[in-house]
Each structure stands twice: as structure tokens, then as C-alpha cells.
């Protein structure tokens, strides 16, 4: 075993033995979610985020950090190749706001071709990603342990949809054509830095449970979903409260020198979104 998969085993809680099949994949993508929660705090530090294989063992694996696509994904995707899975990214549009016209590629996720199959896996897409690889099959409905989700096919594309409510909602859509390193970089930089980015504008957070709940932050705004409906909901009062908050329920490192921040950190961030008191208060 490799020094980081030693390493990213631990993160996530995994202790059994590693295999490239199916049941190592689904297993490995759950508690990837439960132990890495999506987060955008350093878009608003402002940091960049570097996604070599080392900033991003260093931040998302050591640190005890989060991220977002570019990271979740390229972290998920080393882990997999390392174990012995062929896999690689693509990249995808995403069109969960209906937008007027197409959004340029900005979402990172996997395809895994795994004894003549192919899987769709993706840990990076906050409250609505997949928490277990689906298979690449257009029109069938397949159960996660967090929602039901469908791929549609439009000639060379595809796109995800989970079901909400009563209807599809569709989330991204994207093709089988390769991708470079210097794609996600590009993708990266425009989500971190094009100013009317979602990113830019509110800290977002969110973990997935193993029992099917999940945690989801909107700045000062905390909810704990189960089956579908919000079973604690709070509007934190303070920069303390919510940095304990980031700790305690999402498990997120903020010791590390390099990747840690300190509460008046957080506090200059969050006074561009509320007006809550300041740091210690």
C-alpha cells in the first residue's frame, strides 16, 4: 500500500482490505462523503487552490480540510487509480439553475471502467452529489443512499438528474471526450475567480451522513436533513458559533499551518455576508 492511501484510509475511516471492484468503489465513495465535507472557504480567504497530487494530500488528506470539485475529485480519483481502478475526470456544464444559456465546463467528476462497465462516480458537488457510483446506462432509475438518480443521453451527451419531489431536476450534463490537466486548471481559476461565480459570494458547506442524512451550511445557516426533511435547522449568532460549528459537525481541520485558519480569519470573511457580531462575541 502506498504512504498516501495509508494516509487517505485513515482520513475517511476505511480499515478493510482495497480491491478494484465494485463493492470497494461503492464503499470507498460513501465514506469519502461522510469524511471530506464540500467546502468553499478558501475561495473567500481568498487562497488559491493548487490541484497537484501533493497540495491536495496536503490540504484535503493531512489538514483535514474540504473542497470542491477540482479537489474532492482529483483527491478520489488518485485513491482509486492507486488501488488499481482505470479511471480518469471529466468534465461537465452544470445546469442545476436552468441556466439561459450553456455554462461553461466547470464541474470535475469521474468515469470508472470497471469489468466491462462503466460508472459514473462524483464526490464533489455539495449537497446533491452522488454518494455511490451509478452506472452509465441511460433512462434507469438507480438508488443512492442519499437520493435516486438518472443519466439521460443527448447524442455524445449525458446528463444527471436526481429526483426531486415529484420531478427530475437535472444537474450537469457532459461527454466521454478526454480531458488534460490543464482543463481542470482553467475550470478551477473560473470558479474561484469570475466574479458572479456562486462560489464568490456565500461560504457553502455540506457532509453527507452514513444513516442517508446530511449537513448543509449557507453562510450562518445550518440544516440537518433526514429523509428528505430539515430535522434541526440554525441560524448561528455569532463567528465563534459558527467556527465551532465547522469543527464539531463537519469535522474540518483548522490547526494546520498552511490550510488551518483562525476565527478572526473567518470573521473578516463572514462580515461580507451578514452582520453578525464580530469574532468572540
Known amino acids: 500500500m502506498t504512504p498516501f492511501l495509508t494516509a487517505y484510509f485513515a ?3 476505511w480499515s478493510g482490505s482495497a480491491s478494484a471492484d465494485i463493492e470497494t468503489l461503492k464503499a470507498l465513495h460513501l465514506l469519502h462523503n461522510g469524511a471530506i465535507p464540500f467546502e468553499n472557504l478558501d475561495v473567500l480567504l481568498p487562497r488559491e487552490m493548487q490541484l497537484d497530487d ?4 496536503e490540504k484535503l488528506v493531512t489538514a483535514r480540510r474540504g473542497g470542491y470539485c477540482f ?5 478520489f480519483e488518485r485513491a482509486l487509480r492507486e488501488i488499481g481502478f482505470n479511471v480518469r475526470s471529466l468534465l461537465g456544464r452544470v445546469v442545476l439553475a436552468n441556466p439561459s444559456s450553456l455554462p461553461p465546463r466547470t464541474h470535475r467528476l469521474l468515469l470508472v471502467e470497471l469489468q466491462g462497465e462503466q460508472w459514473i462516480a462524483d464526490v464533489g458537488f455539495g449537497g446533491q452529489t452522488l454518494t455511490a457510483p451509478i452506472r452509465l446506462q441511460a433512462d434507469i432509475e438507480q438508488q443512492t443512499p442519499h437520493g435516486e438518480y438518472r443519466l439521460v443521453q443527448e447524442g455524445d451527451d449525458w446528463i444527471l438528474q436526481f429526483r426531486h419531489h415529484d420531478h427530475w431536476q437535472s444537474m450537469y450534463c457532459f461527454d466521454l471526450v478526454v480531458q488534460h490537466h490543464s482543463d481542470y486548471l482553467i475550470g478551477n481559476f473560473w470558479s474561484a475567480h469570475w466574479p458572479q461565480s456562486h462560489f464568490r459570494h456565500h461560504l457553502l458547506m455540506c457532509r453527507h451522513l452514513p ?3 446530511k449537513l448543509t ?3 450562518f445557516h445550518f440544516t440537518h436533513y433526514q429523509d428528505g426533511r430539515a430535522v434541526e435547522q440554525i441560524n448561528l449568532p455569532d463567528v465563534a458559533s459558527l467556527y465551532a460549528l465547522l469543527q464539531e459537525r463537519f469535522g474540518l481541520g483548522v490547526d494546520d499551518v498552511k490550510h488551518g485558519f483562525t476565527l478572526d480569519e473567518l470573521a473578516t470573511v463572514m462580515a461580507a455576508f451578514d452582520t453578525h457580531p464580530e469574532a468572540g462575541k
Not at 501533493?54 to 494530500?57: K, V
Open 217 to 219: 451550511l449557507t453562510n
Open 11 to 13: 482520513r475517511i475511516g
Open 71 to 75: 479537489e474532492q475529485n482529483g483527491v
Open 211 to 213: 444513516d442517508g442524512g
Open 54 to 57: 501533493q497540495s491536495l494530500e
